[in-house]
């Protein structure tokens, strides 16, 4: 065996090493019902905002806390605790990516993706007047 | 009545069909291309069938029909002929001539063209230069053509057995044609002038009246949008050349000389596509609210990806006499190159990506067609590689047998796409049984020789463009094995990337004092321990200083870097300096050193100095969750920030966008507070898409303060700048209140005590019968929470039992009172909060230095630089024979 395959053959099992390591660490999505059972991992959890209920952000008190219902793709409401500023687009959002984890009091999390009808280009979403 | 057809008054169409004519001819002269320069691949007959000659005609013709769809695409644009849908949808009558270019490759047809735009200029430079390579190469380059063209034809065509499918998406549609629009009023109104039916939505539309041109979306209105894409797609463009050759090299079997001609070639797209990328992190850093130069987006991550194979695909070549793996490793790299901008383009317009990306994107229907064009451009390698018929028919025959096993077995797309991968790429080394086909490499190369390290390198940093195209291609994953995982975390990114970093600065502070085919392990030793030595010290006297400086990985980090750098500055000093043209390749190296050591430097010290120290609900919050990122400041409070202390003084709205004055002061020796800069974030306002904010940056040498507005109340501004609805909140705003002495109004943020009444004209005559004449002034006392004071003193005058009022006004509080009626016992006042919402007026905003980050910059600047100065020296040299 030559000194240039022993080489190339530790790069591909370091690469595969990595991949194994970065799927063992990697977050995933889930719905409520699934987050609720395993309280101490995060979630990545994808939903719709209910409009109806409350949207709440009082920066005098804490700009750093928003909350708000989201209903998952299951049906599951629950209520949302975002540990940071209200997302400025967040009013025009469709869906919401929320990450965290279950508490008792609800979904606390540390992040959220709004993805609005389309920011860069909007090819598909027309409103008529 | 309705055979009689609508005539819409106002329609140029000439311009559509001047259009389309040059889209039709653009693909005729592309396929024409395609055939001549095929045929001149196996007869070069001189004279009348001259296929080259020929070829070259197609190639010409075929320039001016793409040049004469962007150009007429541009004029609509200009012109605002919103009978066109592309015209409609990117431009508006308001949009500033300076941003014309942007709109027009901010849609997907805009953008294609924009790469085709590219490829026609390369394909001309390639044609007049490639010389023996020309026939091979331009027929590739046709078919790449013809690939594009067919992505703007718009042809729908009819499959039998199949649901009708539409073959690109054209830029010349009518805005009638749109089916959204078909059942709106204005499109069917009509009046009748001299015996015909004739619509006016056309006049509508331009004057905005209905249905308004979109325009350009604000977020898009800057300058970068102006440079960054023509420099990325230049890059993009570029990769295909190295693949051409590639292709080419193993179409006819000279599987080494094809290197030659592609050197320069790979190294300018490395340069451009290189800035290409770089730009776009300056964008992020400058104008997006990522808060930071990259954050690994799939988005970035995909223009990433193909530069970093074309790095090590343009090394690899370096190697003179090129045989064994480090051959084969070009090819591949070389190829995967040009693959990877077909994939990165598949993977962010075909809405794949979906909610892993901040660059969200929309599905045009042009999946299948990409991933068609995909797994083409992956096996024609292979196909043109294999000289046997035999072996050529196996292989198509193994290809339809993976597509027929794909519909058959109803496995899904995906699933092909990962098959094909395997089965596509292996044919390059099934050549191997052909005697004469990869030079065997007799012997093994050194250890201490350049080209092994140079080959360890290449293989590295595709192992890292391997690493994001996994992480990258989650949600194709996620697909085909219906797993689910998220997008990965920044954090985890970093110490992979970081990783793979540390080796490869560790490879370019020190591979090219190896030399080619030669064991020289002494020499090599003595070579790299003066920058080796520096850069310890260094990093030893930084742990000292910096007290933050302890991550191992960072540290690590920083001292390769620093080697590499150093290396680089060492090889100058010791064999480039009598011999300055051969300075570039080592300042390209010093570059991207600085680019490392730059973004590891402004990352790992980065300080965001906006953090809540005021511990308000502290104990509300769950530790893990703790962020105290955000700050809120109120209108005219000067609060302290790191070294600084803010100041929020005003907003402002500007056409779409708020502008939040903040001033930053600097603490005087005195203890007084002055001025040191301002800064503007803004709000882009846009009702349709979102709004996005925009952060504002001060540049010194050593660091840059960033400031971003991450959530106002909107209506705030607005209100201020429209005055008529500013009087309608006074007027609601005023409340009525009855008031004993020393009585207290609470307001939104204030309290108010009634301290009394004085005269200020003698009372005397009260009760006698004159006409009572008396001035009264009321005292009140205005307090707010945080202490500040102030004195509302309104006047009450009688004068002929007439009664004249004088407001008295806080400008401090924004408050005016007013004493409406005296009685016996208590007072009657109207309270109204003059600027109630100027005063209670709040910005959340962050704020975050970040230190060394003009390293990067001038990395960036060096190693764009460096590699252009290299690669105009080898074509000088060349041409100097």
Known sequence: ?129 | METEKLVYAGEQLIWGQVGNMAISMAFATAFMAFLFYSFSVKNSIKGLLDWKLLGRVSIILHGIAVFTIIGVLFHIMIDHRFEYQYAWQHTSKTLPFKYIFAAFWEGQEGSFLLWTFWLVIIGTVLMFTSKEWEGRVMTIFAIVQMFLISMILGIVIDLPFLEEYKLGSNPFILFRDNPQFANIPIMHDFTIENGVKVNHYLEKISNSTVIPPRGLNPALQNYWMTIHPPTLFLGFALTLVPYLFAVAGLWSGKLSEWTKPAIPWAFIGIAVLGGGVLMGGAWAYEALNFGGFWAWDPVENSSLVPWLTLLGAGHLMLVPKNKGINLKAAIVFSLTSFLLVLYSTFLTRSGVLGEASVHSFTDLGMTGQLLVYLFFFMALPSFLGLHKISHRINFVAILLGVLALGILFNITIYLMLLAAVFFLVKPIFVGRNDPNYFPKDKKDDPIFSREFWLFIGALLINATAVHLTYETSMPVVNKIFGSKYAPTKISEYNLIQGVFVLFITLLMASVQFLLYKQEGAKKFWRNISRSFIAAIVLVITGIIIFPEFRDPLYISIVFTSMFGILGNVDYIIQFVKKKWKLIGPSLAHIGFGMIILGAVISAGHKKIISENTNGINLQMLNAEFKNNENIMLHQHDTVQMGPYYLTFVNDTLKGHIAYYQIDYLEKQKDGSLKKAFTLFPKLITNDRMGNVPEPSTKHYLTKDIFTHVTYVDLAKVKRKSSKTEMQMQVEKETQHFTLEKNDTIFGTSFYIVFEGLEALSSIDKVNGADPLTVTLRGSFVVRNFKGDVDTIRPIYDVKDNRVNTEKGVSQKFGIEMEIEKINEKDIEVAMREIKDDQSNNFIIMQAIIFPGINILWMGCFLMVFGTLFAVVRRLTKKSNG
């Open chain 1, 1 to 129: 065996m030559r000194k240039s395959h022993i080489i190339i053959l530790i790069v591909i099992a370091s690469c595969i090493g990595l991949v194994f390591f970065s799927l063992s660490s990697s977050e995933t999505y889930a719905n409520f019902n699934e987050s609720d059972q395993h309280r101490n991992k995060v979630y990545h959890v994808v939903g719709k905002l209910n409009r109806e209920k409350d949207i709440l952000y009082d920066p005098q008190s804490d700009a750093n806390l928003f909350t708000f219902y989201l209903t998952d793709k299951e049906g599951v409401e629950r209520k949302v605790f975002l540990h940071k500023a209200k997302p400025q687009d967040f009013d025009k959002s469709e869906q919401i990516v929320v990450i965290g984890k279950m508490q008792d009091d609800g979904f606390h999390a540390k992040d959220i993706l709004t993805k609005c009808p389309s920011k860069y280009s909007d090819a598909q979403t027309t409103e008529v007047k």
